[in-house]
């Protein structure tokens, strides 16, 4: 169908174009400039699904974009097992004991984070627990054998986006405060793109033939902080937990 010219520029002008459209500030070599410090405004952190409030816990909506009903498509026996994890959580949470959080839940917990990047490599610092990523851009390959708390990041670019295989993850981490948990076969790619000057839209597809039935992705906005001076402050969990314990004695 051919459409008068009038109403294509209607159309131009009504269609969203900031994602389309923006092009990032370019670092020296060339690519675009994540850098800056970076929040979200969301409950993800404490479940990615809708979720009713509950003591401590506000209540939010799903950050699953697929699955089109926003829920995480677990096999029966997982979900069953998050259901144990949601009862248990005051105890068996790991972020609870100071564990460093895994990926994704690192980039929406409730604490800044701090990218930086280099030729070799794009670093993201959280506010919590001094926890660290190092995504490499050098195009080697994931080791082997070796499992870590915060996996293993391999990034390259596409276009304005920065695009992270995640591999290599322990099994012990959650995503969130209610429970929903992975196995070690768990596979993530991350999409990171600078959409607006100061909005990241941050996406996440992740697979684990362990526990769920189909890949899903989750996305949200991470918003820049722009006060005077701001710097990453500390939170030194462990040391608040050894505090908490010896007040309980």
């Not at 919590?128 to 499992?147: E, I, N, T, Y």
């Not at 362990?210 to 710097?231: A, C, D, G, S």
Request: glycine share 4%; hydrophobic share 40%.
């Amino acid at each position: 169908m051919r459409y008068p010219v009038a109403v294509v520029a209607l159309l131009i002008a009504v269609v969203p174009l900031t994602a389309q459209s923006y092009r990032a500030p370019r670092t020296p070599d060339g690519h675009p400039d994540l850098q800056g410090i970076w929040q979200v405004m969301n409950t993800a952190a404490v479940n990615l699904e809708d979720h009713i409030a509950t003591l401590g816990m506000p209540a939010g909506r799903s950050v699953i974009v697929d699955p089109p009903d926003g829920k995480i498509p677990y096999t029966p026996a997982a979900a069953q097992q998050q259901k144990e994890n949601y009862k248990n959580r005051a105890k068996a949470d790991p972020l609870n004991i100071c564990y460093i959080p895994g990926v994704p839940r690192v980039m929406y917990l409730p604490f800044p984070i701090q990218i930086v990047q280099t030729p070799k490599f794009v670093l993201m610092a959280s506010e919590f627990a001094h926890s660290l990523r190092r995504v490499f851009m050098d195009g080697s390959k994931h080791p082997d054998v070796a499992l870590f708390w915060i996996g293993d990041s391999r990034g390259h670019w596409e276009g304005e986006t920065l695009v992270v295989d995640v591999a290599n993850n322990l099994p012990d981490t959650w995503f969130d405060r209610s429970g929903n948990f992975h196995s070690d076969a768990l596979h993530i790619v991350e999409r990171i793109t600078r959409t607006e000057p100061d909005i990241l839209t941050y996406e996440a597809t992740l697979e684990d033939p362990q526990v769920f039935t189909r890949p899903w992705t989750i996305r949200m906005f991470l918003y820049r902080h722009k006060e005077p001076n701001l710097q990453l402050l500390e939170y030194e969990c462990n040391a608040y937990l050894e505090d908490a314990e010896k007040e309980n004695k």
